[in-house]
């Protein structure tokens, strides 16, 4: 009986010491210190948020608090200490962040490209004349066939907009041009609206394009080529930067795995992925 009462007990102690070991794990989790993802508008619009990150929480127990903004004030987010990581589409701007000591390094992810939308029936005949020709497309569009509405939040696809307008020797402005100051999604829907053309990144424009009446009139132009990359913000910059959870995130995203499940996004309902992963 003693025997028997002793072997209970052993296993009773086993029992407790898995039980608290299982407790524990959970709890670690549970306690990991959220991070802050910085990030473009186009990476929440189209939806590819929304759709890897549960993964990241289910594999590391780290909440990304996602704060979808243009490129250029997610890198002054970086610059003030007020993200742990940014993923964004500038790659000169992005460059010129890690150079100053904002961020430790950039890292390819993924692009897709952008693309010329416009009203179905194409007022400034860009489908025609300037199919895969950017430039000759914005010199099209600056004689006032139709009106044109911009970002105009110092975003990756701004800063993009205007080096094509500066390429094409043109000043954006006049009744024609329309500065928005909003994300992709919002001026997607204002030129809808207005019946006006705009630049998008192909993602966004494809997860809008059965709400809206707007057709594409110019892509595959190689300039359209549009790169996305990921920075850790420098811990160094403020204590409250939570640099083991950027490096997580970082790690995480470059993965195999998730690099497999970003190629996949988009394919059941559009028939192709709307970004193409590319990390080395």
């Not at 759709?51 to 004030?73: C, S």
């Not at 990581?85 to 692009?111: I, N, P, Q």
């Not at 950017?134 to 800063?159: C, N």
């Not at 006006?196 to 190689?222: F, H, N, P, Q």
Request: aromatic share 8%; net charge negative.
């Amino acid at each position: 009986m003693k025997r028997m009462n002793r072997v209970l007990i052993g296993l009773l102690i086993i029992t407790l010491a898995i039980m608290s070991f299982v407790g524990c794990a959970a709890q670690t989790a549970e306690e990991q210190e959220p991070i802050i993802l910085a990030t473009t508008t186009s990476t929440e619009n189209s939806g590819l948020l929304d759709y890897i990150l549960p993964n990241f929480k289910e594999e590391t127990g780290i909440e990304a608090k996602v704060v979808a903004v243009g490129t250029g004030k997610a890198l002054q987010m970086g610059r003030d200490g007020e993200a742990d990581v940014l993923l964004v589409h500038a790659k000169s701007s992005e460059e010129t962040f890690v150079e100053e000591g904002h961020g430790t390094e950039r890292f390819d992810v993924m692009y897709n490209d952008f693309v010329i939308i416009g009203p179905e029936n194409d007022p400034a005949g860009l489908s025609e004349k300037s199919k895969s020709d950017v430039i000759k497309a914005f010199k099209i569009l600056s004689e006032g066939h139709g009106q044109f509405v911009s970002r105009g939040d110092d975003s990756g696809t701004h800063k993009k907009e205007k080096s094509f307008w500066e390429e094409a020797g043109v000043e954006a402005a006049g009744d024609w041009y329309v500065s928005a100051g909003k994300g992709m999604g919002d001026v997607i829907q204002m030129a809808n609206e207005i019946q006006a053309y705009t630049m998008s990144d192909r993602a966004t424009y494809l997860s809008m394009k059965d709400k809206i009446e707007l057709e594409v009139v110019v892509e595959g132009d190689s300039k359209l080529f549009n790169q996305y990359g990921v920075i850790p913000v420098n811990p160094n910059k403020s204590e409250k930067i939570n640099g083991d959870g950027a490096e997580a995130f970082v790690k995480w995203l470059l993965s195999e795995n998730t690099q497999k499940l970003i190629g996949e996004f988009g394919k059941e309902k559009f028939g192709q992925p709307l970004f193409t992963p590319n990390a080395k």
